[in-house]
């Protein structure tokens, strides 16, 4: 069956501290003018303990917590650039919270190679990597209508998870904030690459060094993955 290149639709990066720094709290006000001036940010809301912003078409997200720092960009016209804005979001916030230890560095991705057939691809992936449809359907009592896969590699650092299975563009709009319909195909594979080192102790300048590293090395993982499953959909 007929599988289109993979392109990323989505980076998330998530730094948890060790302890809880309450320095959030006291400069809400200030952090959400930050957010406008050096991300473009068009709208921003304070919590008690947190202040988010979003930019004005959804598409990038910045948190800044008492326990974590996070920021996602969704529909990116080039990775590396989205890669990098978030790095330097993640400096400047550890740097207004007074420099606080990080303890995790999360980076997750999400990437969609567009199919024309939801249901070939479903058939082509359960037949791989389980049963045939029909076997499944006889075993079960009725005909399969959807199917996903989970790999977790959590014996060693980073803590590896793969999520791909097939999908349709109103499914992942439940995963994202960007809804147009346009940033989508209408069938595709879905894959989700989360790569997390729980167990840290950096201060900030390595923490921002791990989260570039890690973006890398997601990517790294992406790119075979995606030639392996483009191989095996293709057998």
């Known amino acids: 069956m007929e599988l289109q290149e993979f392109a990323p639709h989505m980076l998330l990066a998530q730094l948890v501290f060790k302890t809880p720094t309450p320095a959030v709290i006291d400069q809400r006000g200030a952090l959400m003018a930050m957010?406008?001036?050096e991300f473009d940010a068009s709208e921003a809301n304070g919590e008690p303990a947190a202040v988010e912003a979003f930019s004005e078409d959804k598409r990038e997200q910045y948190r800044i917590g008492t326990a974590q720092v996070m920021a996602s960009s969704e529909n990116f016209d080039e990775l590396d650039a989205a890669g990098?804005?978030?790095s330097r979001f993640a400096e400047i916030a550890l740097g207004r919270l007074g420099h606080p230890n990080v303890?995790?560095?999360r980076v997750r991705t999400f990437d969609l190679a567009a199919t024309a057939s939801f249901e070939e691809l479903r058939d082509a992936l359960a037949a791989t990597?389980?049963?045939s449809r029909g076997e499944l359907a006889e075993i079960v009592g009725q005909p399969m209508s959807d199917a996903g896969w989970v790999f977790e590699f959590t014996d060693a650092q980073p803590n590896v998870t793969l999520r791909f299975g097939p999908m349709k563009a109103s499914q992942i709009k439940t995963f994202v904030?960007?809804?147009r319909d346009s940033q989508?195909?209408?069938?595709f594979l879905f894959l989700d690459v989360d790569f997390v080192h729980p167990k840290e102790d950096l201060d900030p300048d390595q923490a921002v060094v791990r989260l570039q590293h890690s973006i890398e090395s997601n990517r790294k993982v992406v790119r075979r993955v995606t030639d392996?499953?483009?191989e095996k959909i293709a057998q």
């Open 228 to 230: 392996w499953l483009t």
């Open 129 to 131: 990597f389980g049963a």
């Open 103 to 105: 303890g995790l560095v």
């Open 177 to 179: 904030r960007d809804g």
């Open 84 to 86: 990098e804005k978030i």
């Open 35 to 37: 957010f406008q001036e």
């Open 184 to 187: 989508y195909p209408a069938e």
